[in-house]
């Protein structure tokens, strides 16, 4: 065999208990699982390499569900934010809004509106339109080498509302929604695996639940999921989260909730409530899941917090109303007063409003502060040409606890690596659940919580051979110290990598080895197409 882990302690994703066992690796596939090897005193497994496990957890790859990452992994070859935290897998294509499938005027809609996600893709050559043509652009990445690490895509209904109506506010015309359907349909014959939508965020919002669902039945006959992001984490959170079971219901589509939290005031200790809303679905028959984060502030960008009127037309229609001071009152008045839709139907508390990232360095020593009122965030918007990352303090640690013991949650850093101070869960997201939560806290036992990582996604994602340790399955591993694995990443000091991660495998290649990144590209895209 190319490889055997030694005496490591196999937490196989399936939730079971753990066990001890060499490991063996040959052609990127584990090929060998002995177990209890040295007790039993049998013939133990040899290989090129044998490396000692012992002390160490050996873990499918964790799959990040929730990332923004689109155009980091072409970038950074690096991508160290991910593979340091044992990523292997990550979906991108998030909250509606991503980079294909576009045209040329759609694509520079699409860069501006979410600069502050990814930045303005200056860096990048955006040579792709098509959803088969972005994976493929992953897998040539670098040269030829390939990614960091693994990636799976949805299709953006928000980018593809504006490829077919623009960014106006009405409902699609027959012809339009034709022609959604046919581009949602293609994306996913080209390998997405479902499709997200940010129904906060402009253009997407403007969808009603009608358009929705048409959409929603064509991603169904595909056997993709819905991911949305979807209209109120605030006010109406739970009419909200309602509408999203009802929608799919309707559409015979499953459905994956994008970071479902319960935020503000309004919703603190109200996780139970949703639970039960979630229960009584599975019970009567619904496919649904969902994904967390384990941290309470949120992080999107200054923009999104706007009434959706305010983005119609897209962001130099934006930029002029906010020139406008009779508009830029208005939007002051939905804003503080009101609660507009962009803020989930909560009147804004500047308090709560860090800025984490701005575009303009001329800029960045409002970076680390927090807002002091609308003329503060007004004159940003304008001077950094709407490019502002924030992080919203608006969560509750209970009902992040709650959320995330429930059976049909998954884990997904929701990760913005953009921006001077980023939130920390780009970096740290997957070992805060299994130090602080798993070994301080005990919110989750280690086995349960690995397979919130590995498995659970993995079987949204319908991957048959990946998500366990098991005979078979592709060699995508984490090799992890229970006792010392945590979180570097601080609000401080947010790209500090994790430790307790030694070694990280894609493919059976080490992308990570003895705590440092190797040159090893092993990602790839994961298509729709390879479901069986």
Not at 26 to 39: D, F, H, L, Q, Y
Not at 72 to 86: M, S, T, V
Not at 487 to 514: C, M, Q, W
């Amino acid at each position: 065999m190319d490889l055997v882990f030694r005496d490591a302690e196999v937490v196989d994703g399936s939730g079971g208990d753990s066990y001890r066992a060499d490991v063996g690796v040959e052609g990127g596939r584990i090929v060998s699982i002995v177990k209890e090897a040295a007790a039993a005193g049998c013939q133990r497994p040899t290989a090129r390499r044998v490396l000692d496990a012992e002390g160490l957890v050996l873990s499918p790859g964790f799959i990040d569900m929730h990332a923004h990452s689109d155009l980091a992994l072409l970038r950074d070859p690096d991508h160290g934010a991910k593979a340091a935290q044992g990523v292997t897998l990550e979906v991108l294509g998030q909250d509606g809004l991503s980079y294909a499938p576009v045209d040329d005027r759609t694509l520079d809609g699409v860069r501006r509106a979410i600069t502050g996600w990814n930045g303005d893709g200056s860096d990048v050559d955006l040579d792709w339109r098509t959803v088969g043509e972005y994976l493929d652009r992953l897998d040539r990445a670098h040269g030829g080498r390939g990614i960091a690490v693994n990636a799976a895509y949805l299709v953006p209904q928000g980018t593809v509302r504006m490829y077919a109506m623009g960014w106006e506010d009405r409902p699609a015309t027959e012809a339009e929604l034709g022609r959604m359907r046919r581009l949602v349909a293609e994306g996913l014959e080209q390998g997405a695996v479902g499709m997200s939508s940010g129904l906060t965020y402009t253009p997407g919002m403007y969808a009603p639940d009608s358009e929705l669902t048409a959409l929603c039945r064509v991603v169904a006959e595909y056997g993709g999921y819905y991911c949305p992001h979807h209209r109120s984490y605030g006010a109406g959170a739970l009419r909200a989260y309602e509408e999203m079971v009802a929608l799919t219901r309707e559409a015979g589509c499953a459905l994956h909730l994008a970071h479902a939290t319960m935020n503000f005031d309004v919703n603190e200790g109200r996780a139970p409530e949703l639970l039960a809303l979630l229960d009584a679905a599975l019970d009567a028959g619904a496919d649904i899941s969902l994904d967390t984060y384990p941290y309470t502030p949120g992080s999107t960008t200054l923009l999104a917090l706007l009434p959706s009127w305010a983005s119609e037309g897209g962001p130099e229609a934006a930029l002029s109303r906010l020139r406008d001071d009779t508009t830029a009152e208005r939007v002051r008045h939905h804003l503080e007063e009101l609660g507009s839709d962009g803020c989930h139907g909560v009147p804004v508390d500047w308090a709560t409003i860090e800025i984490s990232g701005v575009t303009d360095p001329g800029l960045a020593d409002h970076v680390g502060r927090r807002l002091d009122g609308w003329a503060t965030a007004r004159r940003l918007l304008l001077d950094d040409r709407l490019g502002t990352t924030i992080l919203q303090h608006v969560g509750h640690e209970e009902n992040v606890r709650t959320i995330m013991r429930h059976r049909v949650h998954t884990g997904g850093s929701d990760g913005i690596l953009q921006g001077l101070k980023p939130h920390p869960r780009a970096y740290g997201t997957f070992p805060e659940y299994l130090g602080r939560y798993v070994r301080e806290l005990g919110v989750l036992s280690l086995e349960e919580c690995v397979a919130h990582l590995t498995s659970r996604p993995a079987a949204r994602l319908r991957l048959p051979d990946r998500g366990l340790v098991r005979e078979g399955y592709v060699a995508d591993l984490v090799l992890f110290d229970p006792t010392t694995v945590a979180s570097g990443a601080t609000y401080e000091n947010p790209r500090t990598l994790p430790v307790g991660i030694p070694h990280v495998l894609i493919d059976g290649k080490f992308v990570v080895e003895d705590g440092r990144r190797t040159d090893t590209l092993a990602g790839r895209s994961v298509r729709r197409t390879e479901v069986h």
